[in-house]
C-alpha cells in the first residue's frame, strides 16, 4: 500500500458463524458478506475464535488487542470495571499517528461508560430516548426516520410498544449516522479508523418484515405468536436467567420458530453492513481495509442455555471473521484465528504495533490454538430463578479456553475440563491427561494472569442505563 489505507471494523451483534451463508448454512442469511468473500483480497477465516461469550468483554479485546484477563473489562457482571489507563485501544494509537478516529456504537458498553471510547475523534451512541424526538437537529430528524422505517417494514408494529419497537431500529441508526460522519465531520485528509456494532440480532428477535418474508414460510406457527414467542423468552435478564434455571423447555417447533427469526435478524444485519461497506468504498480513493466479525454468537439450548450465557461453547465463541483489503493472509482447517489477531494485523499494517498486543499477525501466522475467556458466572443470580438448578456443569470462577481443530480445554482454579470437538458435554480429562496437560501449558506460555488491577475504576450505572441493560439481558 502506497498510502495510508482507511480502516472500516464492523461488529456484528450475537451472530454465531454457522448460521451465516458465508459458512454454509442451509439458510441465505449473509449474501452481502457472501458477496465480499468473492474478492481477490478477502479472506475468509475458517475458525475465527471470540474473545469471550458476551459484549463488553470481546470489545474490549478487540479495541485492544488484549485478552479478558489483561484488560479485565466484562469480567464480572456485578463488577463492572472501566478500561485501566496502562492500557492504550487502538483508536488511540492510530489517532496519534494521524488518523480520523469515529466509534459508532447501539450498546452502552462501547461508551465513556467503560472507557472503549478513548481515541475516538467522533462517538455517537446510538440509543432511543423521548427527547430524540424534540426539535429538528439530526438526531430528531433520525428519530423520525426510524420511527417510521419501524411502521413500513416492521410485520406487527404497536404504538403501545413504541419504545421496545424502535429499539430494534439502531441499525437503521447505526447507519444514518455512519453517513452523517463521512459526509460531513471527515473531510479526505488523514485515514479513516471507524469501527461500528451493528445491533442485530441481538435478541429480542424482533426483524423487519423485508427480512423475515425471505424465512417466513418455514415457521411452524404465526408470525405473530413467533414474535410473542421471542419477547416473552428474551424479555428482560430475569426471564432468560428463570428460563435457564428451569430447563429450557422448547418445543422443536419453538425452536425453529426462534432461529428463524433469528436468522432473519442476521440478514438484516447483512444489508447494514452491505450500505455501510459500499458508502466507505465509495467516499475515498485510499485503499481500504474492512474488517467484520461478531461479538460473540448465541445458543438455543446447547448445555442447556439460551442467549450468551454461562459457557464458552462453540456457538458462542466461534464467529464469523472476514478481512478485506490485506494481501498475505495464511488460514486453513486446521489454523485458529482470534479477535486479537486481527487487532495485531491492523496495527501491523498501520505500523502502531506495541508491546501491549498479545494477538498475532494474520499474514505470517501458524496458530493451531484461540484462546477465549469468561469471568465469574454470578450463578446465584440462576439459583434465585430455581434453587434445584443443577449447577455442576457449569465453571463459575473465571476461566481461560483453549481450543485446537480436535479438542478444547477450560482450566480455571478449580476446575479442569477437556473435551473431543464437536462434543461438548462429555468431560474426558481423565482418560486424555496428555492432552489436557499439552494444552495447559500453552495457558502458562501465554502469561495468563487473572489478578485484578486495583487502579481499574469502577463502571457506575445511571439508573436509565442499568433499566437498558436489563432489558438486554445483561445485567
Not at 469501527?195 to 429480542?204: D, E, G, I, K, M
Not at 482454579?413 to 461438548?424: F, G, I, K, Q, T
Request: proline residues 3%; contains cysteine; charged residues 25%.
Amino acid at each position: 500500500m502506497t498510502t495510508r489505507p482507511n480502516v472500516l471494523w464492523l461488529t456484528l451483534e450475537s451472530v454465531r458463524a454457522d448460521h451465516t451463508s458465508l459458512y454454509g448454512y442451509h439458510r441465505e442469511t449473509t449474501p452481502f458478506l457472501q458477496q465480499l468473500s468473492e474478492r481477490s483480497d478477502s479472506t475468509v477465516l475458517q475458525n475465527g475464535i471470540a474473545a469471550s461469550l458476551w459484549t463488553p468483554a470481546s470489545s474490549a479485546s478487540m479495541l485492544t488487542g488484549t485478552h479478558l484477563s489483561t484488560h479485565n473489562v466484562g469480567r464480572d457482571p456485578s463488577d463492572q470495571r472501566k478500561l485501566g489507563t496502562n492500557i492504550d485501544t487502538l483508536a488511540e494509537l492510530l489517532r496519534k499517528d494521524g488518523y480520523d478516529t469515529a466509534l459508532f456504537s447501539s450498546v452502552s458498553w462501547l461508551s465513556s461508560l467503560t472507557g472503549l471510547d478513548r481515541g475516538f475523534d467522533y462517538s455517537r451512541y446510538v440509543r432511543m430516548e423521548k427527547s430524540n424526538f424534540v426539535g429538528i437537529d439530526p438526531i430528531a430528524r433520525d428519530s423520525w426516520r426510524c420511527a417510521f422505517h419501524r411502521f413500513i417494514h416492521r410485520p406487527t408494529f404497536r404504538l403501545g410498544t413504541l419504545r421496545d419497537e424502535l429499539s430494534d431500529e439502531k441499525n437503521y441508526l447505526i447507519w444514518r449516522n455512519f453517513r452523517r460522519w463521512m459526509s460531513t465531520h471527515w473531510n479526505g485528509e488523514n485515514p479513516f479508523f471507524a469501527y461500528a456494532h451493528v445491533f442485530s440480532p441481538h435478541h429480542v428477535y424482533n426483524p423487519p418484515r423485508e427480512f423475515l418474508e425471505h424465512f417466513v414460510n418455514e415457521i411452524d406457527m404465526s408470525v405473530e405468536e413467533a414474535l410473542s414467542l421471542s419477547k416473552s423468552t428474551y424479555d428482560s435478564s430475569s426471564s432468560i436467567k428463570s428460563s435457564i434455571a428451569n430447563g429450557v423447555n422448547f418445543t422443536d417447533r419453538q425452536w425453529n420458530s426462534i432461529k428463524t427469526l433469528y436468522d432473519a435478524e442476521i440478514r438484516y444485519a447483512d444489508q447494514t453492513v452491505k450500505k455501510i461497506v459500499e458508502y466507505a468504498a465509495s467516499a475515498s480513493d485510499r485503499d481500504l481495509i474492512i474488517v467484520i466479525t461478531a461479538d460473540h454468537g448465541d445458543l438455543f439450548g446447547e448445555r442447556g442455555v439460551i442467549g450468551h450465557n454461562l459457557v464458552l461453547h462453540d456457538g458462542l465463541i466461534k464467529v464469523p471473521m472476514i478481512v478485506v483489503g490485506i494481501e498475505g493472509i495464511t488460514d486453513g482447517p486446521d489454523k485458529m484465528s482470534q479477535h486479537i489477531d486481527i487487532t495485531y494485523t491492523i496495527a501491523s499494517v498501520t505500523d502502531t504495533v506495541t508491546k501491549q498486543f498479545e494477538g498475532r499477525d494474520l499474514r505470517n501466522s501458524d496458530r493451531r490454538y484461540a484462546i477465549s475467556q469468561r469471568g465469574n458466572s454470578n450463578i446465584d443470580a440462576y439459583l434465585s430463578h430455581n434453587p434445584e438448578m443443577d449447577t455442576s456443569q457449569f465453571i463459575e470462577d473465571a476461566h481461560t479456553s483453549v481450543r485446537t481443530d480436535s479438542y478444547k480445554y477450560l482450566e480455571s482454579s478449580a476446575n479442569r475440563v477437556l473435551y473431543e470437538l464437536p462434543d461438548e458435554d462429555q468431560n474426558i480429562v481423565d482418560e486424555h491427561t496428555t492432552v489436557a496437560e499439552r494444552l495447559s501449558h500453552i495457558i502458562d506460555r501465554n502469561n495468563i494472569d487473572w489478578s485484578t488491577d486495583s487502579n481499574q475504576k469502577r463502571v457506575e450505572f445511571t439508573q436509565s442505563v442499568e433499566d437498558r441493560l436489563q432489558d438486554m439481558g445483561y445485567l
